[in-house]
């Protein structure tokens, strides 16, 4: 059974730089749609990007395009997403997600987790 797990998550001034990790287990993410979430207080989960696995095609939201960049290493078995010029809108829980039934356009236009495997999520916080 595939889990997920996400790391590097925490504060960081606006205009700052993180990066999230998802590591993978139990299964392999060969043709996966794979992808990062984040979900504000009161608010839907939002795809903020997503790939799929076998091409590294990639979709990311108005929002950070520019900023946010998707990838995953050879093995295929961690997800990255590199988060640069960080703004207060990115505040939120950031989730890793992976899916085989939808594609990542798709996948990333969901507003709701009934889809895939999520990890537990990391929280993200921008402030000065």
């Known amino acids: 059974q595939l889990q997920l797990m996400e790391s590097g998550g925490g504060l960081v001034q606006p205009g700052g730089s993180l990066r999230l990790s998802c590591a993978a287990s139990g299964y392999t993410l060969d043709y996966h749609a794979i992808g990062w979430f984040r979900q504000a207080p009161g608010k839907e989960p939002e795809g903020v990007s997503c790939m799929w696995s076998e091409d590294g095609s990639s979709y990311y939201t108005d929002s950070v395009k520019g900023r946010f960049t998707i990838s995953v290493n050879n093995a295929k078995n961690t997800v990255y997403l590199q988060m640069n010029d960080r703004n207060v809108g990115d505040t939120g829980v950031y989730y890793c997600?992976?899916?085989?039934?939808?594609?990542?356009?798709?996948?990333?236009?969901?507003?709701?987790?009934?889809?895939?495997?999520w990890g537990q999520g990391t929280q993200v916080t921008v402030s000065s």
């Open positions: 997600v992976a899916v085989q039934e939808l594609t990542n356009q798709v996948m990333c236009s969901r507003r709701d987790r009934r889809f895939g495997t």
